[in-house]
């Protein structure tokens, strides 16, 4: 059963510049017990997708349905419904167990629920030996576990977040990522979670909702988006760094690099699109491949970074370890035939062309 339902909602403000739609036609629905990411760009429409949701904000148009109820016009205290902000939004005169027992308190559930429901709450969250401490004492991600916690004892089935680890530092934010993801399988619980980073969506997301001018560019699981991009938006905006896009021109005997005497990529026809490989599947050979130039090497430990370029295109080549190339270094480069996508001039993804076995596609 879906928990959340969402068709052709809109939302649109009016400014001195006109209409703006930060929300256009969105329709998608979210399975119950699962961790979906609304991902995307600045003012892509996901923080307003979300408060549409919550009933933060209310649509223009279309219909929002949870657990198969319609609260498209109902406030966010008949939504059956938690949240989690950006900001903390933490009491700093109360208590880090006030805080967290604070949404109860206003909904005068029983003391001995709240005490119950505190207890489970803070054991669960590793608080439990910090519920008689003010915010202030706290670190920030302590103080992120008592929002959560604020957001858990509330004990509704969905949860929506948006973007809580923006506030936290690089390793603090990667703890984080883990412990909400083993905190929603646990609870059994529908989150929605709102964020720029794509990291944080492949590494928790059970589906990715990728949004770009309050529209839905591709809706899937992260496998989906990283292996099988929708179009051009998709393939370089999931991935890190992202994937490669060559424009393609008719070279004669077919589809070349833009700014190449060759090798011939794909057919004819091609041309006019771009050929997208990921840096990971692109090798470095001693024949006739793509001929580029090394203009940057960046050494990440495990393994290395080149910034090529080829012809009029610039490339990243992802290898093994250190490298003993330098700057200004020639290089040939090849790829497995089934690395390759091909996104047509419109940029949306085409059927495969050109060789799609053997070896190499450029060899």
């Known amino acids: 059963m879906s928990a959340i339902v969402v068709e052709g909602a809109s939302k649109h403000w009016t400014t001195g510049d006109g209409k703006v739609r930060a929300v256009d036609r969105l329709s998608f629905s979210l399975d119950a017990g699962t961790l979906n990411v609304l991902l995307g760009p600045s003012g892509c429409g996901k923080s307003t997708t979300l408060r549409l949701i919550a009933g933060l904000e209310i649509a223009d148009e279309g219909t929002i349905r949870i657990d198969g109820r319609d609260v498209t016009r109902l406030p966010p205290s008949q939504r059956n419904i938690s949240m989690v902000f950006q900001s903390y939004a933490l009491f700093p005169h109360l208590s880090v167990g006030e805080n967290i027992l604070f949404g109860l308190r206003v909904r005068k559930v029983a003391q001995d629920e709240c005490e119950r429901r505190l207890g489970q709450t803070a054991e669960l969250l590793g608080l439990s030996a910090l519920v008689n401490r003010k915010p202030g004492q706290l670190s920030g991600g302590q103080q992120q576990r008592v929002a959560l916690g604020r957001a858990i004892i509330a004990q509704t089935p969905v949860c929506l977040m948006d973007e809580p680890l923006s506030n936290l530092d690089a390793q603090l934010r990667a703890e984080m990522r883990q412990e909400i993801r083993a905190l929603q399988r646990k609870l059994g619980i529908t989150m929605v979670y709102v ?94 491949g793509l001929f580029a130039t090394v203009e940057g090497v960046e050494y990440l430990g495990g393994d290395s ?46 059927a495969p062309a050109g060789r799609t076995s053997g070896e190499t596609m450029l060899a």
């Open 305 to 350: 970074l080149l910034a090529c370029r080829a012809g009029r295109s610039a490339l990243a080549v992802r290898v093994a370890g250190s490298t003993a190339l330098a700057r200004g270094d020639s290089v040939s480069l090849e790829w497995p035939g089934g690395a390759q996508h091909y996104f047509g001039p419109d940029g949306a993804r085409a």
């Open 195 to 288: 964020t720029h980073d794509q990291v944080e969506a492949m590494s928790m997301a059970d589906r990715v909702i990728l949004l770009n001018g309050g529209r839905i560019e591709q809706n899937g699981a992260p496998v989906d988006l990283y292996e099988t991009p929708a179009n051009a938006f998709v393939a370089r905006f999931i991935g890190t760094p992202p994937m490669n896009l060559l424009p393609l021109v008719d070279g004669g005997a077919g589809a070349v690099v833009d700014g190449t005497n060759g090798p011939v990529v794909l057919p004819p026809e091609c041309a006019g699109g771009q050929l997208g490989v990921r840096p990971e599947h692109v090798r470095i050979t001693r024949g006739q």
